[in-house]
């Protein structure tokens, strides 16, 4: 049906007429999400599932290609993750933790900008508290600050649960949007719960390496590429008293999944020299809108 041309004589007319169809089409999707996501529980007897941080980067990454305009990207940014999150406070009750440190107030805004403001915020001292929080509740999620480059004996992200385990990882990297014009920064951050990474197209997988204090990064590295994994080290736990060994956090370029035969195959190259080599999570690679810009 042709859409009637605007009346520049009665812009606030034309407005409400807008803002009507703006509503009318945000509840014909949220009942069509509605029905499709019931079908889906219906049919796998399994619960929903209460985030999905693969398909709506996937939705995010379409309307960010398309935004022009002089309408501020991170306002569309955050009325699209409001679309996306406001149906999940019905069909789960969840709450966000967030490590509530140093550079509180940013932190929290990105939590808000990133789960919603339907869902319930608990703020928190420490990036540890945040995993522990997630741990004991399959339906809770955080945000954490990136971690840094040495970090203590026992580092938050040690306390990671693998891919197929109980327990909560990392599944986004905050913010979505990086350059998108806003009046301040964002600060970086994971976000975190039990939710399992999918491949995107675009994707940064994360992994945990417990090693022999005696392997030398250039040595590791060496034996990443010869297993095809083009990584970059994170962070490093200092080294405790007299400790043999050293945990390391590891992210590599594209999808891995847990049964990837590519850590199989560094677990055996390594020898003894690499103790543990588990995905602890991923994400999809957040968009520069800057990069955007220039490619036009």
Not at 54 to 67: F, K, M, P, S, W
Not at 143 to 170: K, T
Request: proline share 6%; with cysteine; net charge negative.
């Amino acid at each position: 049906m042709a859409q009637p041309k605007p009346t520049h004589d009665d812009p606030g007319a034309e407005i409400i007429r807008i803002d009507q169809q703006i509503h009318d089409l945000l509840m014909q999707r949220a009942s069509l999400l509605e029905g499709a996501r019931g079908r889906a529980g219906a049919e796998s007897g399994a619960p929903q599932v209460p985030l999905h941080p693969g398909e709506d980067a996937a939705t995010l990454r379409r309307i960010v290609d398309r935004h022009a305009g002089q309408f501020p990207l991170r306002s569309v940014v955050r009325i699209w993750r409001e679309i996306l999150t406001a149906s999940l406070s019905v069909r789960a009750q969840y709450v966000v933790h967030v490590c509530a440190g140093e550079n509180a107030l940013a932190f929290w805004d990105l939590a808000r900008t990133y789960f919603g403001s339907t869902v319930p915020v608990t703020g928190h001292a420490t990036a540890s508290a945040v995993v522990h929080a997630c741990a004991e509740d399959a339906m809770a999620c955080g945000v954490v600050p990136l971690p840094e480059s040495a970090e203590n004996v026992s580092p938050w992200w040690a306390q990671l649960a693998a891919a197929g385990e109980a327990g909560p990882r990392i599944m986004a990297k905050l913010p979505l949007v990086l350059n998108d014009g806003g009046r301040f920064d964002y600060p970086a951050a994971y976000a975190i719960g039990s939710i399992e990474q999918k491949p995107t197209g675009d994707d940064t997988s994360v992994l945990f390496l417990e090693t022999l204090q005696e392997l030398s990064r250039a040595r590791l590295q060496m034996l990443l590429r010869q297993v095809g994994i083009e990584a970059q080290i994170v962070a490093a736990g200092q080294e405790a008293a007299r400790s043999a060994t050293r945990e390391l956090l590891v992210e590599t370029t594209g999808f891995v999944a847990p049964a990837d035969p590519r850590v199989a195959a560094l677990l055996e190259n390594g020898g003894d020299a690499i103790l543990r080599a588990t995905v602890v999570g991923g994400y999809a690679n957040p968009l520069d809108y800057a990069a955007k810009g220039e490619a036009v």
